[in-house]
């Protein structure tokens, strides 16, 4: 079944270490995006990328960064995890960047201890 | 910078019932798109509707339809027939259709609550 895959589903890890979440879609989506999930905040932008080779600062950039080397895979890292980047991370594609809806992949759940 | 609020952070409807979830948003712009998203206790993200601006009529999708009220910058989302499987977390968006904004903006969300 076509969609966008995340890895990992969860993950916990400890203060100050290295992380990088997972993502990659077959639909061949021009656009991609990153959102955090938070109880009583709504989803939130960390990132995003309207073509491969391009990328963008979303609400919420600071502490992660990200990278768009193909139209498929859109890693979201986190150089040195802090306990408030605990969050469910969202990965999403849309088809054009203005126009379609988004399409989400499952979430990956991340606790900083 | 647009925004979308949803005041009711928690709503129930019984079973066979109807109910209304409510969302405005404030944008200068006249031309965009605004989605209802379902995120049921799976953590899942599912498009239920959406609407066009530039659309006077509402959009429907079986037991889901929209008030859209342009002037007002209001789009509540109507759910007829309750279903258990109704249950679920729902975000209202916002997106503009024009000139490099590239993001969704969402609402904090409403807690849906089905009693039986």
């Known amino acids: 079944i076509a969609g966008i895959t995340q890895a990992p589903t969860s993950q916990i890890l400890a203060a100050g270490r290295r992380m990088t979440l997972r993502c990659t879609q077959d639909?061949?989506?021009?656009?991609m995006y990153w959102y955090r999930q938070d109880l009583g905040l709504g989803l939130r932008l960390i990132h995003y990328s309207n073509t491969a080779g391009t990328t963008g600062k979303g609400e919420v950039p600071d502490g992660y960064s990200v990278s768009r080397a193909n139209t498929d895979d859109f890693p979201l890292t986190l150089a040195s995890a802090v306990p408030s980047q605990t969050s469910v991370y969202f990965c999403?594609?849309?088809?054009?960047?203005?126009?379609?809806?988004?399409?989400f992949g499952e979430g990956s759940r991340l606790t900083v201890l | 910078a647009q925004t979308v609020t949803q005041s009711q952070p928690e709503m129930s409807v019984q079973e066979a019932e109807t109910v209304t979830l409510s969302c405005t948003y404030d944008t200068s712009e006249s031309d965009y798109y605004l989605f209802w998203y379902k995120q049921p206790p799976s953590r899942q993200m599912i498009l239920v509707i959406r609407q066009e601006a530039y659309k006077q009529q509402n959009a429907t999708e079986n037991r889901f339809s929209v008030n859209f009220q342009k002037a007002a910058k209001s789009f509540s989302l109507k759910i007829s027939d309750s279903q258990l499987g109704d249950a679920a977390m729902y975000f209202c968006?916002?997106?503009?259709?024009?000139?490099?904004?590239?993001?969704?903006?969402f609402g904090k969300g409403t807690k849906l609550t089905v009693n039986p």
């Open positions: 968006a916002y997106r503009r259709a024009q000139g490099g904004s590239e993001k969704l903006v």
């Open positions: 999403a594609s849309s088809v054009e960047t203005n126009t379609g809806e988004l399409f």
């Open positions: 639909m061949r989506h021009n656009a």
